[in-house]
């Protein structure tokens, strides 16, 4: 298996832009997870899936932040408008449930830089 | 929400060291994470535990789930061992949860 794949790797946007990442989850994972890295806070949870749907968004930071698993193989996180302050590495992680006990496994991360 | 502590928060030693990094968390769990992230960015799980010992290679992870305490250790550290390790446990104790994080501990072995 591929792993956990997200898109872009890098993105570079101005305030006040959409931005939308993408999260391809291991194939017959049950749940998946959205953290976002900064040197501030380091690591933490926004919002996590299972069966596609949202279980706990209590993370995400407000309106501006948006997620969507339509199907078991993609997730997206949304950012409307961006600002500079949501400049972080965005992760995707996927788990199943059962079988695994819930061992997490990461994605490479999303870069985003907001100017 | 659980809350974790882990300790130090950096660490140098020579090759060769025993290392020994800890975390402790606040309310009870049916697992703990460590988890290793490269210089690169890239996270990777290395142990997923809820009772006692785990080994790996050169790498062991106990648990005392009583004294809700865990620990990371590195037997005979190597340069590549270089990197942020990461305690984490589920959010509210159980299992299929998100996660709550340990601030890290930057682990840098020198030759």
């Known amino acids: 298996d591929a792993g956990v794949i997200q898109s872009p790797r890098h993105e570079v946007t101005e305030m006040g832009q959409e931005v939308t990442l993408r999260c391809k989850p291991i194939s017959g994972h049950d749940y998946l997870f959205w953290y976002r890295q900064t040197m501030m806070r380091g690591l933490e949870l926004l919002i996590y899936f299972n069966n596609n749907v949202p279980i706990d968004d209590s993370g995400m930071p407000e309106d501006r932040f948006s997620a969507k698993m339509p199907n078991a193989s993609f997730s997206t996180l949304k950012i409307q408008p961006s600002e500079p302050r949501d400049s972080a590495v965005y992760f995707c992680?996927?788990?199943?449930?059962?079988?695994?006990?819930?061992?997490?496994?990461f994605g490479p991360g999303t870069r985003l830089t907001v100017t | 929400k659980n809350e974790v502590e882990q300790s130090p928060q950096n660490l140098t030693a020579q090759e060769g060291e025993f290392i020994t990094i800890n975390c402790s968390y606040s309310v009870g769990i049916s697992a703990l994470h460590w988890l290793q992230q490269h210089p690169g960015g890239g996270i990777v799980s290395l142990f997923m535990?809820?009772?006692g010992k785990k080994k790996h290679g050169r790498l062991i992870a106990t648990i005392n789930i009583q004294e809700k305490h865990s620990s990371l250790h590195i037997t005979a550290s190597h340069p590549r061992d270089s990197a942020v390790y990461i305690c984490a446990v589920p959010n509210s104790g159980g299992g299929a949860d998100g996660l709550t994080f340990g601030k890290g501990t930057h682990l840098i072995i020198q030759p």
């Open positions: 992680a996927s788990s199943w449930g059962q079988a695994m006990g819930y061992e997490q496994y």
């Open positions: 535990l809820s009772s």
